[in-house]
């Protein structure tokens, strides 16, 4: 038998136990059980909440696929009325050929159409120049319950003349014998702007089968742009350009390539008076166990219409496991104390070195995030052992596919290429060990015309043509190289102090260029991008984009040095279309004009010869306009002292003003550099 301890044992042992303790000891342990249950319970919120954010974002992502997907038939569909508004006469093959790239930017259409408008004494011609073009059997005709049959002629109709691809059960139909149809067009015409339709089948689809599709209807008039008041655009209407899309196929893509699989999204439109019908259903649920009763609504536009937007989990998707706070309710003291212990100690190991944790790619430590552009995210650097400054440009998160890469590292090797001292340089390009590319180049310290002129003025006749000549040398040697910048701007060309030269000229990002001389891979300019900035843009960089040239890089910097003269560019509008339509209306009024005061009738005349809506009629290249630029400057000087003056008391404290602010916000600026 196990003899019992004493009791003077047990005492004893307990003494022991009492004299070993502190009550700081038992105070810490409280703390430490009350701060790991404390813990434990904020991490299950966290943890629901966190999902609960997943699935929002899922659905803000969703929606915004969905939002861009849409609003693509938009462009195609302008491009069509403008051209018929902008050319006399249009024949087939004309059209074929014009709307065969809109067609590969944009797969997810199902056809691009052409309507004329016209009365019934009209629609005998339509049929004999339809024969004339080879196009057999073509006729005007409606919708019966017998099938197809002659439309009687009446005062309005709009039957599909041009479509691209080509179907013959579509061609000849009189959308105005449709009721719904009808009332699109009628809108359209009457608003002078994009309507859509209700979601209807097509008449050459078999009606026994689920297609639905959307019609975007774009109204062109005689002159461009519609007329002021209804009545007036009645009678201006020329026609309709026409883009159709598959409802179901386009979102199913668009939530296809943002992963969608674990949301439900119900896609209805929001009709007249309340009325809703829905469009297209993606995924399953909600339903089943332990699926939370999240719901996310969103409104996206679709022309004229409103489509609703209701987004669910699906079922099994977004469910929270808790294995993070179960781990910290048992293990929360120890892990809590060593990561206090351990950031503390890491934060003041920093604060001794006086320094604190820095972000590097490649060669080049990043300092703080200065901007960000269409592909990329720019970051202020410097080169780990050279300590030169440095800009360094990363692609955005949001675009690294193998696509955007190729792209991106394309107009790295395009830049690359090019040497001349007033083109922003290239440092070099790489990728880091996580695959995210990036580029370097030098550091610049200026102002940008678009900034100089919003916060000075206009500038001075020989100071523009100092300017003007700088970039169109840069843009000289890039036309040589077979490179159109495309995207010339106030904004990226820049005005600043380089080796001691006050003036110096910068022309940056060349994000949007086009190599002439093609080659394999895809295109350099970002996908689905035709257009550079509408109010520098060409004429035919809105009518032809595939096709432009250097000379649309002409037109651009003779806009810049009109805008540098007059503070306000050639052309204005509210949309690229708008200002199509005014260039087609004849030259802007010279900049003399403009300011009221005479100008060197030679500059003015150059830049006017510049802005020449046909392509043949500008400079032949940047070499060609910096030789006339240069003829000019010797006759209106800008000296080097009148340069440095200005920057001495205008630019040199504006600059430190700015930098100033960024400084201020360093703090705020920093955020992680890789993915």
Known sequence: MTPRPSRSRIDLSLGALRRLLRPGDLVLGAALLAAGLAAAFVTHRTEEAEIEERFRSRARRAAAAIAGAV????????????????????????????TTPLLRRHPALYALEWLPWLDGSGLPELEREAAREGVA??????????????????????????????????????????????????????????????????????????????????????????????????????????????????????????????????????????????????????????????????????????????????????VARHRGSLSLALLGPLAALATIAGRVALRTANRLRGESPKQVIGPYTLLRRIGSGGMGVVWEAHHSLLRRPTVVKLIAPELVTEESLTRFEREAHATSRLSHPNTVEIYDFGRTRDGVFYYAMERLRGIDLDAMVAGFGPIPPGRAVHLLRQAAAALGEAHAAGLVHRDVKPA??????????????????????????????????????????????????????????????????????????????????????????????????PPSAVLGRALPHALEDLLMHGLAFAPESRPRDGRALQAELDHLASVLEWSEAEAQAWWDHHGTPYLATREARAAHARGHDLEPASR
């Open 71 to 98: 609003s693509a038939p938009l462009e195609p569909a302008l491009a069509v009325a403008g051209l018929f508004a902008a050319s006399e006469h249009v024949d087939r093959s004309e059209f074929r050929a014009f």
């Open 492 to 589: 990226n060309v820049m005005a600043c102090v380089v080796g001691g030269i006050p003036d110096f000229v910068k022309v940056l990002d060349f994000g949007l260029v086009k190599d002439l001389r093609g080659g394999p891979g895809p295109a350099l300019s970002q996908e689905g991008t035709a257009l550079g900035t509408p109010l520098y843009l060409a004429p035919e960089g809105l009518t032809r984009p595939a096709e432009v040239d250097v000379r649309l890089d002409v037109y651009a910097l003779a806009a810049v040095g009109y805008f540098m003269l007059c503070g306000r560019t050639p052309y204005s509008g509210s949309s690229a279309f708008e200002i199509f339509a005014r260039q087609q209306q004849g030259p802007p009024p």
């Open 137 to 318: 059997g073509f006729s005007v005709w409606e919708s019966s319950p017998s099938g197809p049959r002659p439309v009687t002629p009446g005062p309005a109709h709009a039957p599909i003349v041009y479509m691209e691809p080509p179907h013959a059960g579509a061609l000849g139909f009189d959308v105005m014998s449709d009721p719904g149809r009808r009332a699109s067009a009628l809108a359209a015409r009457d608003r002078g702007e994009p309507v859509a339709s209700r979601r209807f089948r097509l008449v050459e689809d078999p009606q026994d089968l689920p297609l639905w599709s959307v019609a975007v209807y774009q109204p062109a008039y005689r002159g461009g742009l519609p007329p002021a008041g209804v009545p007036a655009r009645r009678e201006a209407l020329l026609g309709f350009g026409i883009a159709v899309f598959r409802v179901g196929p386009l979102l199913d893509h668009a939530l296809k390539r943002m992963e969608a699989e674990d949301i439900k999204v119900v896609v209805t439109d929001e009709g007249e008076r309340g009325a809703r019908e829905e469009v297209h259903t993606w995924g399953e649920g909600p339903g089943g166990a332990g699926v939370p009763a999240w719901f996310e609504t969103f409104t996206v536009p679709v022309a004229d219409r409103a489509w609703r937007l209701e987004v669910t989990p699906r079922p099994g998707a977004f």
